[in-house]
């Protein structure tokens, strides 16, 4: 019999995590590890790509952290890209395999991949935005043939800064996807693109009326690319945004993610820019 792990929080506590064991850890940056987590025998995740779930190590604290491994590819392991910026990230990137940690969710809403079926998708991610998109990129790519064209634009402060690169390498070389990366700072040997990630959008030609966007990234990118994105005739309820950034207890309790009257935990972290447009916290 299988559980989903959504379904221990029906059983208990919302707030008790399940145990999930470390299997393998890689060092993507030198802020960022990738971790490969394996729940107990017949759990599974069951995660639509977007959502989050919230990770504790004991005697630290949780944190939420997007899942960025596909729903098709997860079943009873799944995948996370964690940046160490405070005490519980730090706790994580010191433990190896086989240390356990505490998982509670998934939590939130993702992407409305069904809606996307027939459409042109692009994939708009900014420095650790990678992460919550490679979920629904890979699901896409999995089922490509319900999808029209696809494009990856992808901006990073350095080379060296570039997430998942084996991903990156492979879909570069398939022919049903196109692929642009930049970066802010070149170093030597670079011989790409160089400049913000709205340099890469005239890249690509796409009819607005058929395309889909999904953008992730740091807050400071928003503004400019829903402007070059609404500029080029993509609907505001096309333009699908992430909010990951705002969550903090996942179940709508502490009101750490509120923006005006949405909850981003409850009725996020993926929201369209028609839901948000007016809302002067979603996008300052």
Known sequence: MTTLLRETLDHSSI???????IVAVEQFTELEKWFHLELPSG???????????EVSVLGIGEAPI?????????????????????????ALHRLEPGSMIGV?????????????????????????????????????????????RVALLYGARTPKDFLFPDDLKSWAERGDIECH???????????????????????????????????????VMYKFVLQDLLAKGVAEGNIWLSFERQMKCGVGKCGHCQMHHI??????????????KDLEEALS
């Open 66 to 90: 997007s899942i960025c491994s596909s729903p098709a590819r997860s079943n009873g392991a799944f995948e996370l890209c964690v940046r160490r910026v405070g005490k519980l990230t730090e």
């Open 181 to 219: 990366v930049t970066v802010d700072r070149p170093t030597d040997g670079w011989d790409g693109n160089v400049g913000v990630i709205t340099t890469l959008l005239p890249k690509i030609d796409f009819p607005a009326r058929n395309t889909i966007a999904t953008v992730v990234g740091p807050p």
């Open 15 to 21: 707030y008790m995590p399940t145990p999930a064991r």
């Open 43 to 53: 759990f599974t995740i069951a995660h639509q790509p977007g959502q989050f779930v």
């Open 263 to 276: 909850y981003t935990c409850q009725t996020g972290p993926v929201l369209s820019y028609a839901e948000v």
């Open 104 to 148: 509670r969710g998934p939590f939130g809403h993702g992407f409305p991949i069904d809606r996307f079926q027939g459409k042109d998708i692009v994939f708009v991610a900014g420095g650790l935005g990678l992460a919550p998109l490679r979920s629904l990129i890979t699901e896409v790519l999995d089922e490509r043939g319900k999808y029209g």
